[in-house]
């Protein structure tokens, strides 16, 4: 607490609880390889995320070692389950009696939004039938597209993997033609690694 205005402020001790939470996921290690090999060859950004509550926080994250504009999201940051290609695929890969009471609470939450937004996440569970992977076509941030997929981790959990970009690079067709196949090898060498 600051002692002249009572402000509350985060100190380093929160670094110590970050590293803990983090060190217990050992996908991160075992995906920080490919996934910075997947950001250098689409010229994308690659991220690893976890649902926390209404959201998915990411717990990985690699840019291509290239100059191109990508999304700027780091370890920590938040997106929303309900218009994320993240937050679809960890939908997706939920059981109807999990995903059930989400949707309905994403439902209640964005009001006026929701028809919209159910719109594109029915689209979303027919690409996860057919390919495993979901797709967020500008609905996140409107000069973004990206592709998710969901992969169980050693103890269950699921953790999603998202590749993508500007709109204008990463369009739908590419998304689903080039970055769907890599993210599906992705998820299967990830899926090999942590057993």
């Not at 607490?1 to 939470?21: C, I, N, S, W, Y």
């Not at 939450?109 to 979901?134: H, I």
């Amino acid at each position: 607490q600051d002692a002249e205005t009572e402000r509350f402020t985060l100190g380093a001790g929160a670094l110590v609880l970050a590293r803990a939470f983090l060190s217990g996921y050992d996908a991160r290690a075992s995906a920080r390889e490919p996934m910075q090999a997947l950001a250098d060859v689409t010229g994308g950004s690659v991220y690893l995320a976890v649902c926390d509550g209404m959201e998915m926080v990411l717990i990985e994250a690699c840019r291509p070692r290239s100059r191109m504009f990508t999304a700027r999201l780091s370890v920590g940051s938040r997106v929303p389950l309900a218009n994320s290609a993240l937050g679809r695929a960890y939908l997706c890969a939920l059981g109807p009696e999990a995903r059930a009471p989400l949707v309905e609470s994403l439902r209640l939450m964005r009001g006026n939004e929701w028809p919209a937004l159910e719109e594109s996440f029915t689209q979303s569970q027919k690409d996860w039938s057919s390919t495993g992977v979901c797709l967020s076509l500008g609905q996140f941030h409107s000069e973004i597209n990206s592709a998710a997929i969901a992969v169980r981790g050693p103890d269950g959990e699921l953790l999603v993997l998202n590749c993508g970009g500007p709109a204008h690079v990463f369009d739908e067709a590419r998304l689903r033609q080039q970055i769907t196949p890599e993210l599906q090898k992705l998820a299967r060498a990830l899926a090999k690694a942590t057993g």
